[in-house]
């Protein structure tokens, strides 16, 4: 048995090794070679195959980091670990990329099922399914891959031999690919989810919520105004036959994300993430260990509430919230795994023009009485899961009182989004069997965790990975996708039109009185004169919140910079304008040996 050593380049599909490994000759089971798209049934292995892998990205912490940190929404929480992804400072090719690799895989696993499956034994209605999807998808990884890094290689055949040469292709060539994959993709998905691709796979609306963000990219880009004109009527016509999709918004925002409608009615493309273990890639009350394909969503921006709810707690000379005392919470699954990687941006600013203001409190969530997605977002209460005693004279005790908390009933962790005077023990002059944690006293260890994602489904076994889909793509995302095109087109109107659909629905609380959501709904209501870029991308902050979207959307608006030196603290020192594109994992640059070198992304 023979074996031949090579070095592929580019993540060459599952034909290829992305390192250098050795590839035995003789029955490469584990490998796509051509022989396999002989078949329907290789061909649609290939597609569950990339849709797979997308489920290895979104979801993981590595990606998760990668979407979301070093931007105006997120500081590093007490757990981190390196601060590169978080402040740029030392962001390189060797600690960033995660994805890189797999997308080229399955570029190429996807340029092999477009070949092959024009020739192969299947019905023309089956076959022209199968090739949309492959394009949906192929269109689906390089807006990720031309979005993250510029300049990047394009495939459209399939790669059997493996090379140590690789080049870079302008931009401008990538988006005309994305948008043909895309716009072909379009015409013939299925308007809703059809067997084998049930669930929440590519769809028509899909495709087409799809394409109009790579035009409104685009028209970014170049400031080209048919690309917005583009961008704006794709979505029109979305929303025009949402019924035909089955597609619509959910009258109570927090119910987008209540775990029975993760494939409603407003979900329109996620990453699946299944019960059962041999699929899910977990044994059952094993726990997590981050491995590839694990959901862990729910756990990086939650705080440590079991080691870090001291019920003696104390605010010490500096100002600052020292925990003490016995835990006033333990581990469970209705407030899930603490990984502490993440914490909303609550810092208030010390210079600049935003002197004494936080982009979580102050810009993003400011009307949060009428507003219903700060509460429908984030835990700011921590019912009691545990009962303790503590005495009146335990160590720290201010409150001059003993208690026993009640399991269910006694509150305790509250986190205000205002100050409240006496905490972390008293409010006002009343003593609280809990802690009382205001914004003053928010830090990396502790800060109202995001809701969204949670999935108290796992029960006993609440350190096993999330069950619950990743969810990409909502439909609020084709009223504010439509709504910036409007915007740069110069339709103020129209934008303005989009986005209180947006607004209005988030007025909508069940608590309320008829009267009350009506006044609430003429509250959220904006005119066109308010509509702004700041105003839209605070709106995004508000509507898709930690939902692995802020990275792209700052650095689409050409925002990313200035947002972030404006409100975030922690990366404002170090970003620079390069910073705009990622850098290109050296381990791509290193592969490439024949012809001319890889070249680097600018800066890094």
């Keep these: 048995m023979k074996a031949i050593k090579f070095c592929a380049v580019l993540g060459l599909t599952a034909v290829l090794s992305t390192g250098c490994e050795k590839i035995l000759e003789e029955n490469p089971q584990s490998q796509i070679v051509p022989s396999y798209f002989n078949s329907a ?29 070093g931007t105006d929404e997120f500081l590093r929480g007490a757990s981190a670990g390196s601060s590169t992804a978080y ?93 043909k994959d895309l716009t072909e993709a379009a015409a013939d998905l299925p308007n809703t989810p059809t067997s084998p691709f049930l669930g929440k796979a590519a769809t028509k ?9 790579a035009y409104l990219t685009r028209g970014w880009l170049n400031n080209t105004a048919s690309d917005f004109t583009q961008a704006a009527s794709i979505c029109a016509d979305i929303i025009a036959n949402k019924s035909s999709y089955g597609l619509d918004l959910w009258q109570d925002y927090g119910d987008a994300f209540n775990p029975s409608n993760d494939y409603g009615k407003e979900t329109m493309f996620v990453s699946d993430h299944v019960l059962d273990p041999k699929y899910g890639y977990y044994t059952v009350g094993g726990a997590a260990g981050g491995g590839a394909a694990q959901n862990l969503s729910p756990w990086f921006t939650n705080w440590n509430y079991p080691n870090t709810s001291g019920v003696n707690s104390f605010k010490n000379a500096s100002g600052g919230l020292v925990n003490n005392g016995t835990s006033g919470m333990i581990r469970d699954s209705y407030y899930g795994r603490p990984y502490v990687r ?63 908390t009640v ?24 003593p609280f069997k809990g802690i009382v944690v205001p914004p003053s006293l928010w830090n990396n260890g502790i800060f109202p965790a995001l809701k969204k994602f949670m999935d108290p489904s796992r029960g006993a076994n609440f350190n096993d990975p999330s069950t619950r889909p ?9 009223y504010m996708t439509g709504a910036e095109a409007y915007f740069k087109a110069g339709d103020n109107t129209k934008a303005a039109a989009l986005i209180n659909v947006v607004r209005q629905r988030a007025a909508y609380r069940r608590t309320n009185t008829a009267a009350q959501n009506a006044a609430a709904v003429t509250a959220m209501t904006i005119q066109p004169s308010d509509v702004t870029l700041d105003f839209i991308l605070d709106e995004r902050s508000r509507e898709f919140f930690g939902e692995w979207q802020r990275w792209h959307d700052l650095v689409r608006t050409r925002s990313l910079v200035r947002r972030v030196k404006a409100w975030n603290p922690e990366a404002a020192p170090y970003i620079q304008d390069f910073n705009m594109l990622r850098p290109i994992p050296q381990s791509q640059i290193d592969r490439v040996v024949d012809g001319p070198a890889f070249k680097q992304n600018t800066g890094y």
């Design 87 to 179: 402040d740029y400072n030392g962001l390189n090719g060797s600690n960033f990329g995660s994805a890189w690799g797999t997308a080229f895989q399955d570029i190429n696993t996807l340029n092999g099922v477009l070949q092959y499956g024009q020739t192969v034994d299947l019905a023309d209605a089956t076959r022209k399914q199968y090739l949309a999807q492959a394009k949906f998808l192929r269109g689906f990884w390089y807006f990720y891959l031309v979005q993250t890094w510029g300049d990047v290689p394009l495939h459209t055949q399939f790669i059997t031999v493996p090379s140590q040469a690789a080049s870079r292709q302008p931009v401008a060539q990538v988006y005309e690919q994305i948008i």
């Design 407 to 430: 399991v269910g009933q006694d509150t305790a962790v509250w986190l205000p989004d205002y100050e409240v005077t006496g905490a972390p023990q008293f409010v006002g002059t009343r």
């Design 41 to 69: 049934s290789g061909v649609l292995g290939g597609i569950a195959g990339v849709y797979n892998d997308i489920r290895g990205q979104w979801g993981t912490e590595g990606f998760t980091i990668e979407m979301q940190a």
């Design 470 to 478: 990743a969810v990409l793509y909502r439909f609020a995302d084709v």
């Design 342 to 404: 993440m914490r909303p941006n609550s810092d208030k600013q010390k210079s600049g023009d935003n002197v004494g203001k936080s982009y979580f409190l102050d810009q993003a969530f400011t009307n949060r009485t009428v507003d219903s997605r700060f509460a429908n977002s984030f835990y700011t209460v921590y019912i009691s899961n545990t009962s303790i005693t503590n005495a009146a004279n335990a160590a720290n005790n201010q409150r001059g009182i003993g208690f026993t």
């Design 205 to 213: 609306p899909v495709a087409q919520l799809l394409l109009a963000k």
